[in-house]
């Protein structure tokens, strides 16, 4: 997907009920633009995110995909957040090792009263990806045609 | 395969001015599972809504995408119009098209894009989507209100008159909050302890609400319905039962060097204390720093004294376990630490004080009696000047970015009282802007400036240097006349920030409620939910949600009761459908899920299976659906993959993550 063939990365969003999605809409509804190339997907809580969605989202060709969870200390459901950091930690640190760089993962905590962060938090992932160009490591394995 | 109709909603133009909808529709008809699209102006209008409906039953529609404003803001809407029209409500998804893309985005073409995309992945995720059934719990008829000032008081007593029984929890020794601490006040000018203390008896007296003073929360479970709170009674080493508040233990006490808390450190107490005469209950607590019996082993004149014999050194806290449906935050604010400002000479000059030690100055039964005299040496002040917004508006880190409010209304109060009792006194203020909006405000503050001849400078002081002889010099400058002013004051008060209550980020932690980079705690909706948390079950009363005047202060206290009252009136809440639920035939009851479940939702059990015609017991996993609150930690610690979240499964969330990338 390209306009004016420029690239354009897939970047996936996961973003916790609560907090960050309620942030995002924030974002919105105080009209803070990003760049269109961010999607996000809703979870409950950040720790619902299973590595495996991660995986799979390099796999079918994403360029970078964040995580947005509530502050440490204010997890809806008290201690979500501590375990997706610490999965996380470990995701990103194997994801690196296996060529998907540091700089395509992310994790970030955003609250529902931070629409000014998801934006600016965006804006700056976006432009790292973009600086880092087109996911092929884990792209090119399969799923990718 | 389902039957799947998308609908397209316009938002008037707030979606249908960037996102080409007819193209949204004409797109998502080419998805697997879509036999309906179409868009609408408005989908959340009853109009709108009977569309959805007739689409269901005309085109026997097994689940619904709804391309519209976040589900934050219509989920429960459109579940609501899928259930009238015979779907379960569980079928429908929203795709967020407003917040998440024509409102963030300029360009149509790629906005368009997008929402396609997102349209496309609500459609992936619905296809998986299986009908679910809410379930119910009860609701505890008892409210907690954590903070007794006159908010934390209003909401009780609202909560109380409607017949529900309201317990309070108040940190300190009484209940009263700042509002206790006033002399006067603004824009009528009536006594505070005139009209709070009846207040204050009424709430003791009510046979509906329960105080609990010098106490704290320590410990919160549970959910909206059914909370558990577990509630730490500080040793008072006055049993209450017996203190027939005479008040001679505080008279005999030997040790009366400790700053009073009340009298911000401006007076002495004794180490058993009320911190005043008003104060409910009146039952005095030993303060067990300060207490010689406690330091040195000897004394104990308080309990020769005592003639009801109600002093108890050996008493000791107590924890009381109770069970609420709803929890009300009111737990008020603080004004600033003044030490990282120099440039007033806070800390240098006993005549330098803040407004709040002004307040008791001023009143009758504080450290000077109500006799306005400089704290140095005793003298009538001639000449005093006001600093507004002393930490407020502040752009760097030593104060707070947001306006006070009650600043500007208590300064002219302060100046007007001034002048009315001392009339030979001088009085300036510097101000930046002077904020009134507000029945009578305004009138308030002109009254000051026309009819009291107070001085309003606009401008900033830079310094305040205390002099040899006693008296302040006070820099600044004049930003109408563009000059710089030298004057000479006996005494400068300082109008300094509010902040919320220190324990507040603890009480937010408990409670999962979200708090701002400021402290203040987080309305569920910036304007139409102000009183609500958005956690269910806990609601914000008073200051502790932002700055406010007692008149905002009681107004937000009684909505905040109403919606308490209104969740105490229900017998029954549904619960969230949403939860965990592991495959039998996965699990091999590793033990791993209950480690990390936050509820406690997850025990084990023998169970026999049928695993392929092999009948044998195993020891499986078992999620209490009343209890799970759906979080999904449980999903991603199962090493066997085994545990699933219904409405967000691996399944449904890979198929939005395939739909995104594809
Ligand atoms: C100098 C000054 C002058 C003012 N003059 C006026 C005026 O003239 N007119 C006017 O309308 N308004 C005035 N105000 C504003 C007024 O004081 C507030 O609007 C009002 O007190 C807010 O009430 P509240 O109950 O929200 O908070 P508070 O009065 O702060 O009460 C909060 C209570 O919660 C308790 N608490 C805190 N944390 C905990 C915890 N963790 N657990 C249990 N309990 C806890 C506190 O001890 C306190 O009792 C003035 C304010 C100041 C600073
Ligand atoms: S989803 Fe799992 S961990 Fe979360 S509350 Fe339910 S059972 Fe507990
Ligand atoms: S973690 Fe998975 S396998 Fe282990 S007991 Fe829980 S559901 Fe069963």
Request: a neutral charge; proline letters at 4%.
């Given at each position: 997907?390209?306009?004016?063939?420029?690239?354009?990365?897939?970047?996936?969003?996961?973003?916790?009920?609560?907090?960050?999605?309620?942030?995002?809409?924030?974002?919105?509804?105080?009209?803070?633009?990003?760049?269109?190339?961010?999607?996000?997907?809703?979870?409950?809580?950040?720790?619902?995110?299973?590595?495996?969605?991660?995986?799979?989202?390099?796999?079918?060709?994403?360029?970078?995909?964040?995580?947005?969870?509530?502050?440490?200390?204010?997890?809806?459901?008290?201690?979500?957040?501590?375990?997706?950091?610490?999965?996380?930690?470990?995701?990103?640190?194997?994801?690196?090792?296996?060529?998907?760089?540091?700089?395509?993962?992310?994790?970030?905590?955003?609250?529902?009263?931070?629409?000014?962060?998801?934006?600016?938090?965006?804006?700056?992932?976006?432009?790292?990806?973009?600086?880092?160009?087109?996911?092929?490591?884990?792209?090119?394995?399969?799923?990718?045609? | 395969?389902?039957?799947?109709?998308?609908?397209?909603?316009?938002?008037?133009?707030?979606?249908?001015?960037?996102?080409?909808?007819?193209?949204?529709?004409?797109?998502?008809?080419?998805?697997?599972?879509?036999?309906?699209?179409?868009?609408?102006?408005?989908?959340?209008?009853?109009?709108?809504?009977?569309?959805?409906?007739?689409?269901?039953?005309?085109?026997?529609?097994?689940?619904?995408?709804?391309c519209s404003c976040s589900p934050r803001m219509h989920e429960a809407t459109f579940r609501k119009c899928a259930e009238r029209y015979g779907l379960n409500p569980y079928m429908v998804e929203i795709a967020n098209i407003r917040e998440h893309c024509s409102w963030i985005h300029k360009d149509m073409q790629e906005a368009t894009e997008k929402a396609v995309i997102l349209a496309r992945a609500a459609?992936?995720?619905?296809?998986?989507?299986?009908?679910?059934?809410?379930?119910?719990?009860?609701?505890?008829?008892?409210?907690?209100?954590?903070?007794?000032?006159?908010?934390?008081?209003?909401?009780?007593?609202?909560?109380?008159?409607?017949?529900?029984?309201?317990?309070?929890?108040?940190?300190?020794?009484?209940?009263?909050?700042?509002?206790?601490?006033?002399?006067?006040?603004?824009?009528?000018?009536?006594?505070?302890?005139?009209?709070?203390?009846?207040?204050?008896?009424?709430?003791?007296?009510?046979?509906?609400?329960?105080?609990?003073?010098?106490?704290?929360?320590?410990?919160?479970?549970?959910?909206?319905?059914?909370?558990?709170?577990?509630?730490?009674?500080?040793?008072?080493?006055?049993?209450?039962?017996?203190?027939?508040?005479?008040?001679?233990?505080?008279?005999?006490?030997?040790?009366?060097?400790?700053?009073?808390?009340?009298?911000?450190?401006?007076?002495?107490?004794?180490?058993?204390?009320?911190?005043?005469?008003?104060?409910?209950?009146?039952?005095?607590?030993?303060?067990?720093?300060?207490?010689?019996?406690?330091?040195?082993?000897?004394?104990?004149?308080?309990?020769?004294?005592?003639?009801?014999?109600?002093?108890?050194?050996?008493?000791?806290?107590?924890?009381?376990?109770?069970?609420?449906?709803?929890?009300?935050?009111?737990?008020?604010?603080?004004?600033?630490?003044?030490?990282?400002?120099?440039?007033?000479?806070?800390?240098?000059?006993?005549?330098?004080?803040?407004?709040?030690?002004?307040?008791?100055?001023?009143?009758?039964?504080?450290?000077?009696?109500?006799?306005?005299?400089?704290?140095?040496?005793?003298?009538?002040?001639?000449?005093?000047?006001?600093?507004?917004?002393?930490?407020?508006?502040?752009?760097?880190?030593?104060?707070?970015?947001?306006?006070?409010?009650?600043?500007?209304?208590?300064?002219?109060?302060?100046?007007?009282?001034?002048?009315?009792?001392?009339?030979?006194?001088?009085?300036?203020?510097?101000?930046?802007?002077?904020?009134?909006?507000?029945?009578?405000?305004?009138?308030?503050?002109?009254?000051?400036?026309?009819?009291?001849?107070?001085?309003?400078?606009?401008?900033?002081?830079?310094?305040?240097?205390?002099?040899?002889?006693?008296?302040?010099?006070?820099?600044?400058?004049?930003?109408?006349?563009?000059?710089?002013?030298?004057?000479?004051?006996?005494?400068?008060?300082?109008?300094?920030?509010?902040?919320?209550?220190?324990?507040?980020?603890?009480?937010?932690?408990?409670?999962?409620?979200?708090?701002?980079?400021?402290?203040?705690?987080?309305?569920?909706?910036?304007?139409?939910?102000?009183?609500?948390?958005?956690?269910?079950?806990?609601?914000?009363?008073?200051?502790?949600?932002?700055?406010?005047?007692?008149?905002?202060?009681?107004?937000?206290?009684?909505?905040?009761?109403?919606?308490?009252?209104?969740?105490?009136?229900?017998?029954?809440?549904?619960?969230?459908?949403?939860?965990?639920?592991?495959?039998?035939?996965?699990?091999?009851?590793?033990?791993?899920?209950?480690?990390?479940?936050?509820?406690?939702?997850?025990?084990?059990?023998?169970?026999?299976?049928?695993?392929?015609?092999?009948?044998?017991?195993?020891?499986?996993?078992?999620?209490?659906?009343?209890?799970?609150?759906?979080?999904?930690?449980?999903?991603?610690?199962?090493?066997?993959?085994?545990?699933?979240?219904?409405?967000?499964?691996?399944?449904?969330?890979?198929?939005?993550?395939?739909?995104?990338?594809?």
């Amino acid at each position: 997907m390209s306009i004016n063939n420029e690239f354009r990365p897939k970047i996936v969003a996961f973003c916790c009920n609560w907090c960050s999605y309620a942030g995002a809409d924030l974002a919105g509804s105080s009209r803070l633009a990003y760049p269109a190339d961010v999607k996000i997907i809703r979870v409950p809580c950040s720790c619902r995110v299973n590595p495996m969605f991660i995986l799979r989202a390099f796999e079918k060709g994403a360029d970078g995909v964040i995580l947005c969870g509530c502050h440490p200390g204010d997890c809806h459901y008290s201690t979500g957040n501590y375990y997706a950091r610490r999965r996380m930690t470990l995701l990103f640190s194997m994801l690196d090792y296996m060529g998907v760089e540091n700089g395509r993962t992310r994790v970030e905590w955003v609250s529902a009263a931070e629409g000014v962060k998801f934006s600016t938090t965006m804006n700056e992932f976006v432009e790292k990806i973009r600086s880092l160009g087109e996911n092929v490591r884990l792209g090119d394995l399969r799923c990718k045609n | 395969m389902q039957r799947i109709g998308v609908f397209v909603c316009h938002c008037g133009s707030n979606i249908a001015a960037t996102v080409d909808v007819k193209k949204v529709v004409e797109m998502v008809l080419l998805e697997p599972g879509v036999v309906h699209a179409e868009d609408y102006q408005y989908m959340c209008s009853e109009a709108g809504q009977a569309k959805i409906g007739a689409a269901i039953a005309d085109k026997k529609l097994t689940g619904i995408v709804v391309c519209s404003c976040s589900p934050r803001m219509h989920e429960a809407t459109f579940r609501k119009c899928a259930e009238r029209y015979g779907l379960n409500p569980y079928m429908v998804e929203i795709a967020n098209i407003r917040e998440h893309c024509s409102w963030i985005h300029k360009d149509m073409q790629e906005a368009t894009e997008k929402a396609v995309i997102l349209a496309r992945a609500a459609i992936a995720k619905v296809n998986l989507n299986a009908p679910l059934q809410a379930g119910e719990s009860r609701v505890t008829k008892r409210a907690l209100v954590i903070g007794g000032g006159i908010a934390g008081i209003q909401t009780a007593l609202d909560i109380a008159d409607a017949g529900y029984e309201v317990d309070i929890v108040e940190k300190t020794p009484s209940i009263g909050g700042r509002m206790s601490q006033l002399d006067k006040t603004f824009p009528t000018l009536d006594c505070s302890a005139c009209i709070l203390t009846p207040k204050m008896v009424d709430a003791a007296g009510h046979p509906n609400i329960n105080i609990y003073t010098y106490s704290e929360v320590e410990k919160v479970s549970g959910f909206v319905g059914d909370f558990t709170v577990d509630i730490r009674k500080k040793a008072r080493s006055v049993d209450a039962t017996k203190c027939t508040g005479c008040g001679v233990c505080q008279e005999k006490c030997p040790s009366k060097k400790t700053p009073s808390e009340f009298n911000r450190g401006l007076g002495n107490r004794s180490a058993i204390y009320t911190p005043f005469a008003q104060a409910i209950p009146n039952v005095p607590v030993i303060d067990r720093e300060a207490c010689l019996k406690f330091k040195t082993g000897k004394c104990g004149v308080c309990e020769k004294v005592c003639q009801a014999g109600a002093i108890d050194y050996a008493q000791q806290d107590e924890i009381i376990t109770e069970k609420y449906g709803a929890i009300v935050v009111a737990t008020g604010f603080d004004t600033i630490k003044l030490d990282q400002y120099d440039e007033y000479a806070y800390n240098q000059s006993k005549d330098v004080i803040t407004s709040l030690e002004l307040e008791r100055i001023m009143n009758a039964a504080g450290p000077t009696k109500g006799h306005l005299e400089r704290l140095s040496d005793g003298k009538a002040p001639k000449e005093i000047v006001f600093v507004q917004c002393v930490g407020s508006r502040c752009s760097d880190d030593r104060g707070k970015p947001y306006c006070s409010k009650i600043c500007c209304m208590y300064t002219a109060k302060h100046a007007m009282l001034i002048r009315d009792k001392y009339p030979d006194v001088n009085v300036t203020v510097f101000y930046i802007d002077v904020r009134t909006p507000g029945k009578n405000f305004d009138e308030f503050y002109r009254r000051a400036v026309e009819e009291y001849g107070v001085n309003y400078i606009k401008g900033q002081v830079g310094k305040v240097a205390p002099q040899p002889d006693g008296s302040l010099l006070v820099q600044a400058s004049d930003l109408l006349d563009n000059k710089q002013i030298k004057m000479k004051a006996d005494m400068v008060v300082l109008a300094t920030a509010i902040e919320p209550n220190q324990g507040v980020r603890n009480i937010a932690t408990m409670l999962t409620a979200s708090i701002d980079t400021n402290n203040f705690l987080t309305e569920a909706h910036p304007k139409l939910r102000p009183v609500e948390s958005p956690t269910a079950g806990v609601f914000l009363s008073g200051v502790c949600q932002g700055p406010k005047d007692i008149p905002e202060t009681v107004a937000q206290a009684g909505a905040a009761a109403v919606k308490v009252i209104g969740l105490l009136a229900k017998d029954k809440l549904t619960t969230n459908p949403c939860t965990a639920k592991p495959d039998e035939l996965l699990c091999n009851g590793c033990g791993n899920c209950a480690k990390v479940c936050p509820y406690g939702a997850i025990t084990y059990e023998v169970r026999q299976v049928n695993d392929h015609g092999i009948r044998e017991d195993r020891r499986l996993a078992n999620v209490n659906s009343a209890l799970c609150q759906g979080c999904g930690a449980c999903t991603v610690t199962c090493p066997s993959g085994a545990m699933d979240l219904q409405g967000f499964s691996n399944r449904q969330l890979i198929a939005e993550v395939d739909a995104i990338c594809r």
